[in-house]
Nanobody
Framework: QLQLVESGGGSVQFGGNLRLSCSAS????????VAWFRQAPGKEREGVSA??????????VYGDSGKGGFTISRDNAKNIVYLQMNDLKPEETAVYYC???????????????WGRGTQVTVTI
């Protein structure tokens, strides 16, 4: 059964760092495009970052919300995609989701598989 699970969220102070992990079962993430999205209270879900599959050269793209202190990366041996988030700000408080698809979709939200999300809260 194909499943994505996010972890690594939590509460952090303004300027702090977190690393989110997206792990998969039933899917080799190095053979899939993977993206991170986030949804803040009362706002639409937005794209943070995406990484193409290995055949696509593992190219990365960052949305406006992911530029600056965010870095997406893979650990193919562990079948995990990470989102390193540095210098976090309160306005980055949101539920962060990972999504995957055999077809790389960049920051388009039409991915086939989604995790349930992990809460990130940035306090002053």
């Amino acid at each position: 059964q194909l499943q994505l699970v996010e972890s690594g969220g939590g509460s952090v102070q303004f300027g702090g760092n977190l690393r989110l992990s997206c792990s998969a079962s039933g899917l080799a993430l190095d053979d899939a495009g993977v993206a991170w999205f986030r949804q803040a209270p009362g706002k639409e879900r937005e794209g943070v970052s995406a990484i193409s599959d290995v055949r696509g050269g593992a190219s990365v793209v960052y949305g406006d919300s992911g530029k600056g202190g965010f870095t997406i990366s893979r650990d193919n041996a562990k079948n995990i995609v990470y989102l390193q988030m540095n210098d976090l700000k309160p306005e980055e408080t949101a539920v962060y989701y990972c999504a995957a698809d055999h077809d790389y979709r960049g920051l388009n939200q039409h991915y086939d598989c989604w995790g349930r999300g992990t809460q990130v809260t940035v306090t002053i």
